[in-house]
């Protein structure tokens, strides 16, 4: 067996070294540092800044819940307040009226009178309902009243006037009378405020 070689011409490799590129001076990398320092910054700026215009809205919000919450209770303390107000005044207005009627039966008497108009009209027959104090009063004023019917009624309050005629009743306690008329101001109030 024969063998042919075949030789081949060795080189060594060029193991210069490549020439120096040129890379930025020392001004352009100076300019280069400032403009990445300017655009972090900036960045830096604008998202500290929307964070804290989110913080902001937030304690805003806090607040005006915390405000909302205080002025609740002051709200419905008004309305309780106006409520007390409003039986304080029934009351003292239904003590002075008492006393009217005491101090001047006539008065009482032109109440009972009307309402026995009011629900008797003539056509039937209608009893009046009265403490026994104030119809022991009230009686000799009332003695021409046809048709009218008095009877004492001892769940009644001086003061109190119950009519009662076939299906009618005629509630005329000093309370009802008094926040009936109560509701007609608050009403009249509303209207015109």
Known sequence: MSATTVAARWEAPDLTPPPP???PSVEELEAIERAARQEGFARGHAEGHAQGQAEVRRLIAQL???IDSFARPLAQLDGEVETVLAELAVQV???LLG???????QLLADLVAEAVRQ???GSREVEVR?????LAQVKPLLAAQAGARLQADTTLARGDVRVHAEALRLD??????LRSALCELTAARGEGG
Request: negative net charge; glycine residues 16%; without cysteine.
């Open 99 to 105: 006393r009217a009627y005491e101090a001047e039966p």
């Open 172 to 177: 005329g306690s000093l309370s009802a009378r």
């Open 130 to 134: 009265l403490h026994p104090d104030d």
């Open 93 to 95: 207005a239904g003590a």
């Open 21 to 23: 590129r040129a890379g």
């Open 119 to 121: 629900a008797g009209n």
């Open 64 to 66: 005006e819940g915390l």
